[in-house]
């Protein structure tokens, strides 16, 4: 799935993708105005305790009292283990979770959170190339200064509407050439061709941003051996025409949860963590999209149809693994470990 690894990075290991902290209320500590519409909280332990460890790429879930959960990158230092930091853009046509950050979020305000559980990892090479568009640069800015403080080579590419909306900019300065400010009203759309050139051995390519600049990553990338680019999205892909007309077309299907002893049935209009929501099984959620990976379950019998944004080529063939809260069975039976 990854390049065999070249150079390993010094730093704390990075929590599993399925690593359940529990929930927790913590303290807004402090609160930064980054960029234009971006706004950086510091969480602390109201009681100063120490918080669970994290690695470049991990992210928590903020459990609103508006009833929305939403997922943050840390970008912080991972080895202060008594302060999280998370930015925010925020979005008008959002759902309510970014404004809510901003508008009720203040100092002093207390929130619960629940992680932090990492689908992003900073993977070990001898050089990286990061990509960040807007509020993306959330992880990659942690997973750049984990490269300089391994000594690694790597090199950032970053882009924005324009300078003012680019959060971090301070921080990422002392880089110097190494990293590449672009915004949009100056620069146009980020040359990620001209950034990544050819295939290169030992060389990984991270990149966390809008759907188009993911896309255009995985265009410039598809000459590159298999696993070279780790992406991570703010929103699930919208499917294509055919793959909208196939989901209309969904059937039944049996899931049997081995842990709970229930054999439920999932009809076309639901998903199998809304059905065993509704069956009073315990299982953990938080985007109900496909994205976070909060949902994931081990499969033991069947074949999942994978309807995620965040599973790669090979973890959807291995089938040993689904996101309950948007993909389904591809035959009438599914056991899953629940």
């Known amino acids: ?51 669970p460890a994290w690695a470049p790429g991990a992210h928590i879930d903020l459990l609103l009292d508006n009833g929305l959960i939403r997922q943050y990158s840390l970008c912080g230092n991972p080895a202060d283990q008594t302060a999280w930091q998370i930015a925010v853009l925020r979005e008008p046509g959002g759902r309510g979770g970014s404004a809510y950050v901003h508008d009720r979020l203040a100092e002093g305000t207390a929130v619960r959170v629940r992680g932090p559980r990492n689908n992003f990892p900073l993977r070990a090479a001898e050089r990286h190339l990061f990509i960040a568009g807007g509020v993306g640069i959330t992880p990659i800015l942690a997973m750049a200064e984990a490269a300089e403080a391994a000594g690694a080579d790597w090199q950032l590419l970053y882009g924005g509407r324009t300078r003012d909306s680019m959060a971090f900019l301070e921080r990422l300065a002392r880089y110097g050439d190494r990293v590449l400010i672009r915004p949009q009203d100056t620069h146009g759309l980020l040359d990620l061709a001209a950034f990544l050139g050819s295939p290169r051995e030992g060389t990984l390519v991270h990149a966390c941003g809008p759907e188009p600049l993911l896309r255009a990553a995985r265009e410039q990338c598809a000459d590159w051996p298999a696993g070279t680019l780790g992406i991570e999205r703010f929103a699930p892909v919208q499917p294509s025409a055919a793959e909208g007309a196939e989901a209309a077309e969904a059937e039944a299907f049996e899931v049997v949860l081995t842990r709970s002893g229930r054999t439920l049935t999932v009809p076309p209009d639901r998903s199998v963590l809304e059905v065993a929501e509704e069956a009073g099984v315990p299982v953990l959620f938080s985007c109900r999209e496909g994205t976070c990976g909060t949902c994931e379950t081990d499969v033991l019998e069947g074949t999942p149809d994978h309807r995620d944004s965040l599973l790669d080529e090979d973890e959807r063939a291995a089938g040993d693994t689904m996101l309950i809260c948007v993909s389904r069975s591809c035959g009438p039976r599914l056991v899953l470990d629940l």
Not at 12 to 39: C, F, Y
Not at 42 to 48: A, M, W
Request: a negative charge; aromatic letters at 0%; proline letters at 10%.
């Open 1 to 51: 799935m990854t390049n065999q690894p070249l150079q390993v990075l010094q730093g704390p290991e990075a929590p599993q993708s399925q690593a359940d902290h529990g929930e927790a209320t913590l303290v807004v500590d402090a609160r930064i105005d980054a960029a234009d519409g971006v706004v950086s909280l510091v969480l602390r332990h109201p009681d100063g305790d120490p918080l």
